[in-house]
């Protein structure tokens, strides 16, 4: 169990070796670390999105603008459109994206078509026992025209949104859990607060989890349709495409999405499907809603936030393949083997990671993994990466030996690590001479004769 002298004597005999290699793999992570960077340039640096003034332009293929949003694009953003059309982000310039059309979106298509097949009433006894949360993750947001300014730091004007959004849904015997924590400033780490709003929602059950917002882009008639001979403000959902529930976050803004649709043709403006999370991992039903844009006027985010109200009650009563009169509850526990499999992931890639760090192998390993990503995503951000990735370790290694071999000779280190040495011997050797480590004596145990009358006989 215990090394002897003349074992830790062979053992470290390299150990200047040893030394070098054990830093420079732990460099060589943090250099890592450092180094892989999201390839995708975004349209601007956003602090916290939703940045009145701030707009990136998606376009086709064709030039034709898709969608303008005011928040960071990435390569793999998704916009679907009211008519079932689906583009992915291709390519992300300083003030514009380029998006390819993917094809018609075969589920909203199929929602489309079974909301204008079913007759779906709203039943008030079903509401009763599960609430619809609603929360503001930028509580500073509000509208140019009434209040003069895009921000309002603690009294932004989407409070009088989401009440509005709150009231009509409480008119028709929902029950409505309606949280006005504030989280300002309006950073990056705003998610990170309005998260402890969230879980608080979470822990009442609720049926669905709305965080309402406004949009920073400039034009106002991006967002501004004609509804009934009443102007109104345009609602897009925004979904984030990095948490374990996004399957079925996606699903329910889809079936919001079309369900609205039907309702008023022109109130959803799209479904934006980015690179975030959103507090969306908390539950199945979240979604992202943004009521209009800053220079709308408050008049029409009230109108259309009510619009869109109209939408949740029914939506919520139903599932996929069965009739109204149920919650739809049952993607929850596939989520939640979901978030069980990320762990599991993670624990798998930490465990691994561990053990080629202690094998000295990490550099290996590190080359493997690149050339299985070339070979799964052949694009030239993927040869960047492993460039980089390899004239980092190059370089990094190089500068720890050379800093480390003059250290490890200094006189005050080789005293210091022979001391360890006898140290560790002199406690070792010790141990080894204990008595409890000593091994036992052997203990005859007596034999018992067995006597019976059939084996005396055999005996005889």
Known sequence: ???????????????????????????????????????????????????????????DGNGSIITELACQVFIGDEILLPDG????????????????FKGIDKDYIHWLKYYKKAAVQTTTRQWKKRPVGIYHTHTDESYLPESGKAIEPFQGDIYQVGQHFA????????????????????????????RRTAAGILKNNPAALFDIHRDGVPSSSKYRVKIDGRMVAKVRLVIGKQNPRYPSNKDFAKRLMAYAHQLYPGLIKDLYMGSGSYNQDLLSTAVLVEAGTYTNTLEEALKGITLFAEAVPP???????????????????????????????ITLMSAAAFYFISRGNFEKTVETAALTIRKKMSSPEIMSIKKSIASAAVKIKHQVVDFLKPVIKWQAFQKLFNYLQAAFIQVNTKINQHPALKPMAKRKVPVKKKRGRARDKQNE
């Open 315 to 345: 939506v919520l009563g139903l599932t996929a393949g069965v009739g109204p009169g149920e919650v739809a509850i049952e993607e929850h526990s596939r989520s939640s083997w979901a978030v069980a499999g990320w762990l599991f992931i």
């Open 167 to 194: 009231d009509y849904l409480r008119s028709v015997g929902v029950n409505v859990l309606y949280y006005k924590t504030p989280h300002d400033p309006h950073d990056n780490n705003a998610y990170i607060r309005s």
């Open 1 to 59: 169990m215990f090394l002897s002298g003349e074992n830790i004597s062979t053992d470290i005999v390299n150990w200047e070796e040893f030394i070098i290699n054990k830093i420079c793999q732990v460099l060589l992570l943090a250099g890592l670390i450092f180094f892989i960077k999201p390839v995708n340039t975004s349209c601007y640096i956003s602090s916290g999105g939703h940045e009145a003034g701030k707009n990136c332009r998606v376009k």
């Open 85 to 100: 059309r689906l583009y992915r982000v291709n390519e992300v310039k300083e003030n514009a994206a380029n998006a390819d």
